[in-house]
């Protein structure tokens, strides 16, 4: 199964833009990556679904068009533009490997992205 | 609206049981399968396994085997988690969290065991 790896920490100011990036390692290279971000104290919520050729399906239901992905090789990016203070939080990526009873969700350690 | 609401916080004793449960609204329960992830206290988010909602066959992940059990109430849309013989080291925040695509989450649940 995939391992993912993303920086623990990130910073932006206010009114910047931020990339964050999930690697995935090496052999699996089309898999798509699933972006959740969490508020300070509260749960994740699903931000959108990014593989090779970009955004996969819709976005979560309330994230705003200044959250964007790309997939490049074994990178998969998280683009936030203008970022407000509500953007403050820990973004983790999960990727899906194999299926039915050998299904599994793995997880990357998460960024935590701080707004200066 | 599409939403998942778990129970409440839950303080045990070492070796006692918990369950926890996950009632869906604004959707057929049985169209999507339920996860359960784990958050350790300042860690990062652990994928604990899923329970088909059409037959209720579980599978666990590793390290989720044994004192874990994935189980539904369908007439009422629920899942549910239950952890027996309680540690220390399973005081967690755990979330369900519907299909594949982990959406939607529920808001979580603070499990506590301390003597």
């Known amino acids: 199964q995939p391992v993912l790896t993303q920086p623990p920490s990130a910073s932006a100011s206010l009114g910047a833009s931020v990339t964050l990036t999930c690697t995935l390692s090496?052999?699996?290279?089309?898999?798509?990556v699933d972006w959740y971000q969490q508020r300070p104290g509260k749960g994740p919520r699903f931000v959108m679904r990014v593989g090779t050729g970009g955004i996969v399906g819709s976005k979560g239901d309330g994230i705003p068009d200044r959250f964007s992905v790309l997939g490049s090789g074994l990178n998969r990016y998280l683009t936030i533009k203008n970022i407000q203070e509500e953007d403050e939080s820990d973004y983790h990526c999960?990727?899906?490997?194999?299926?039915?009873?050998?299904?599994?969700?793995?997880f990357g350690g998460g960024t935590k992205l701080t707004v200066l | 609206q599409v939403q998942l609401v778990q129970s409440g916080s839950e303080l045990k004793k070492p070796g006692a049981s918990v369950k926890v449960s996950c009632k869906a609204s604004g959707y057929t329960f049985t169209s999507y399968a339920m996860n359960w992830v784990r958050q350790a206290p300042g860690q990062g988010l652990e994928w604990m396994g899923w329970i088909n909602t059409n037959t209720g066959n579980p599978t666990y992940a590793q390290g989720f085997t044994g004192r874990f059990v994935f189980s539904l109430d369908t007439s009422v849309s629920t899942a549910y988690l239950q952890i027996s013989s309680l540690k220390a080291e399973d005081t967690a925040v755990y979330y369900c969290?519907?299909?594949?695509?982990?959406?939607?989450w529920g808001q979580g649940t603070l499990v506590t065991v301390s003597s």
């Open positions: 999960g990727a899906d490997h194999g299926s039915g009873s050998n299904f599994v969700k793995v």
């Open positions: 090496s052999g699996y290279s089309n898999y798509k």
């Open positions: 969290a519907s299909s594949s695509w982990l959406n939607p």
